[in-house]
């Protein structure tokens, strides 16, 4: 089966405009990397160079904010995995 990534309308020009992608992974880091390996031009959005999340970058697993574990947090078949960016401005 696989994790099922939601990609967001903003994202999708970095996973040739697939508005999902499976993966698979033990942890929501795992599931990402994966999602990096097939479409390197996402990382970019995703992470900062040291490897860890952009801190606009929020993970959801199964409608659940993943946060505080985020990266590390476990994962199993069939879950899902949303990602949203969240912007602020005055």
């Known amino acids: 089966m696989g994790i099922k990534i939601d990609i967001p309308s903003y994202l999708q020009p970095f996973t040739t405009n697939l508005d999902a992608v499976e993966v698979n992974g033990s942890t929501i880091g795992g599931c990402l990397h994966n999602l990096t390996k097939q479409f390197p031009d ?4 995703l992470f900062v160079q040291n490897g860890k999340l952009h801190g606009y970058v929020g993970i959801f697993v199964n409608g659940a904010d993943a946060y ?14 949303q990602l949203v960016l969240m912007l602020a401005g005055g």
């Not at 996402?42 to 959005?45: Q, S, V």
């Open 68 to 81: 505080p574990e985020e990266l590390a947090k476990p994962v199993k078949d069939g879950d899902e995995l």
């Open 42 to 45: 996402i990382e970019k959005m």
